[in-house]
């Protein structure tokens, strides 16, 4: 199969290279006073490689591309949209509203600054990344995450399907309605985290912040730690082991709650009946 070779040209037209398949692209700069969009839009079987992208919407319907050391920067508005197949390695990635409803896409040791990313993506794989975003991940699912460094506030809203390691996740309202979704060994810091989430387990995780862990179902914690952490487990269904004191527990509505030491517990006011089991290893 005979490859087309692009390399060290400036493209600023419109659709300048739509379509273009079986293609390597190589030290080439998307940007220029003619603003056009769209310039990779339909790619099939492309690489790109060391080049930057100051266009909107360059990989719109894009299939089985890879895009290495490469830069998105502000300018590159909503870069990919529906793609499929597609890899990103060693890239910065500053463009807003970068991937929206793609599938099977890995990113592996890029930086991202992006507010909405990774919104009502399939199959997508994060690894050794840095994300700053303040709606991360918004009603993905299938994902698998190891190594993520984030800052951002309202992440995986509304995901399904998800596993991640070894991470440091600053947020504030994380996992909201989530479902089916495994932390491992994770740093997990944020204000009202896991609110209405359904089958939400964590392994082995550092958790901060007030208020966590309220009105879940299936809820499990096994072996972590919880720091600052105030009124928690309220109107949820939870299996919890925790090593390390809890700020205050209130009004859990069922399971069990083991803790080497909790300040408070708060069985009052309730608009439903509590059958859990509290445990203060502390007081037995």
């Not at 419109?14 to 990779?40: I, K």
């Not at 006011?269 to 509590?274: K, T």
């Amino acid at each position: 199969m005979t490859r087309t070779i692009i390399q060290d040209k400036t493209f600023d037209a419109e659709r300048s290279l739509y379509n273009l398949t079986h293609g390597d692209v190589l030290r080439c700069t998307f940007a220029g006073p003619a603003d056009g969009e769209s310039v990779l839009k339909e790619a099939r079987d492309v690489t790109v490689t060391d080049s930057r992208f100051s266009l909107r919407y360059p990989l719109w319907h894009a299939r089985d591309f890879r895009v290495t050391g490469s830069v998105l920067d502000g300018n590159c508005r909503a870069p990919m949209w529906y793609t499929t197949n597609g890899e990103l390695t060693g890239c910065r990635i500053d463009g807003v509203k970068c991937l929206r409803e793609c599938d099977d896409t890995v990113l592996t040791d890029c930086t991202v600054v992006s507010p909405e990313f990774g919104w009502k993506c399939r199959g997508l794989g994060i690894k050794n990344c840095d994300i700053t975003s303040e709606y991360l991940f918004w009603e993905s699912r299938d994902l698998t995450i190891d190594g993520l460094t984030m800052h951002g506030k309202y992440s995986f809203q509304y995901i399904e399907n998800a596993v991640i390691r070894n991470s440091d996740l600053q947020t504030k309202d994380a996992f909201w309605h989530a479902k089916n979704v495994r932390v491992e060994d994770s740093v997990v810091a944020g204000e009202y985290l896991g609110w209405y989430s359904d089958g939400l387990t964590l392994v082995r995780c550092r958790i901060s912040g007030t208020q966590p862990l309220c009105y879940c179902k299936n809820l499990t914690l096994i072996d972590c730690t919880m720091e600052d952490t105030d009124l928690s487990f309220e109107y949820s269904d939870v299996e919890a082991a925790v090593q390390g004191h809890i700020l205050s527990v209130k009004n859990p509505r069922s399971g069990h709650i083991m803790a080497d030491s909790i300040g408070e517990v708060i069985l009052e006011e309730s608009i439903m009946a509590s059958d859990c089991t509290i445990t203060d290893k502390s007081k037995a």
